[in-house]
């Protein structure tokens, strides 16, 4: 809830920005960057309705609260682009990063087993930033591409086709152990884990109205920026 109401607060600057690209435009409004994860894969299942959502809140604790609110922040991502179309949003895995975020695990553990195994296998904070870095900044990404990770794979996508990132940078939804430990290449558009039919485009719909209907519940003088 605290990114939806950030976001619609923001709104009305993001529009009216004036960012300076060379591709496609000249100029583009705002852009906003969701940060998702490689665990969106196991967010099963999706909830559909606004209700279940809602539960969805209530009863999810640990991992599966941690999925379903990554891959709730591309269902948000897919219906900012949706509703409004002068704002990009792009959602972003920064892969598995060597970080502070590990910082509570038990010393000796760390030390002996956690340090050495992340060092071969995770990235840098300075290569966990790079899809991140892409998706607010880079400026020959298709706005077709909802999705950035910075993994090589080996499934590829014509979402690319005919675009500068067309040349390997644009994969197809993979196996997720390739979104963890996989090549590391700067930053790629992959498609995330959807449901075929309509490519989450009704649960990002309902996600949207639960996320107004809660906050609008909890303060009904609450002002939200068309």
């Not at 409004?29 to 539960?55: D, Q």
């Not at 992959?190 to 909890?218: F, I, N, V, Y």
Request: with cysteine.
């Amino acid at each position: 809830l605290g990114h939806y109401l950030l976001t619609r607060l923001l709104l009305p600057d993001l529009k009216r920005a004036r960012n300076y690209v060379s591709y496609p435009t000249k100029y583009e409004a705002g852009r906003i960057v969701n940060l998702s994860s490689v665990l969106h894969h196991f967010a099963s299942p999706m909830p559909r309705t606004k209700e279940e959502w809602k539960r969805d809140w209530i009863e999810k604790c640990g991992v599966n609260a941690y999925a379903h609110s990554k891959l709730a922040a591309i269902l948000f991502t897919i219906e900012l682009n949706q509703r409004y179309h002068n704002v990009w949003a792009i959602s972003v895995n920064p892969g598995a990063v060597n970080s502070d975020i590990w910082r509570f695990i038990h010393p000796l553990v760390k030390k002996l087993v956690i340090k050495p195994m992340f060092r071969l296998l995770f990235l840098t904070p300075a290569q966990g930033s790079s899809a991140v870095l892409a998706g607010a900044i880079g400026c020959k990404i298709p706005k077709s591409v909802i999705y950035l990770q910075p993994y090589w794979l080996p499934t590829t996508s014509t979402t690319c086709q005919g675009t500068d990132m067309n040349n390997n940078r644009c994969y197809m939804c993979p196996f997720p152990a390739f979104e963890i430990i996989g090549p590391y290449v700067g930053y790629t558009a992959t498609e995330p884990r959807l449901p075929r039919k309509d490519r989450g485009a009704q649960s990002a719909a309902e996600l949207w109205s639960a996320c107004e209907d809660t906050l609008l519940g909890k303060n009904p003088n609450l002002k939200l920026p068309q």
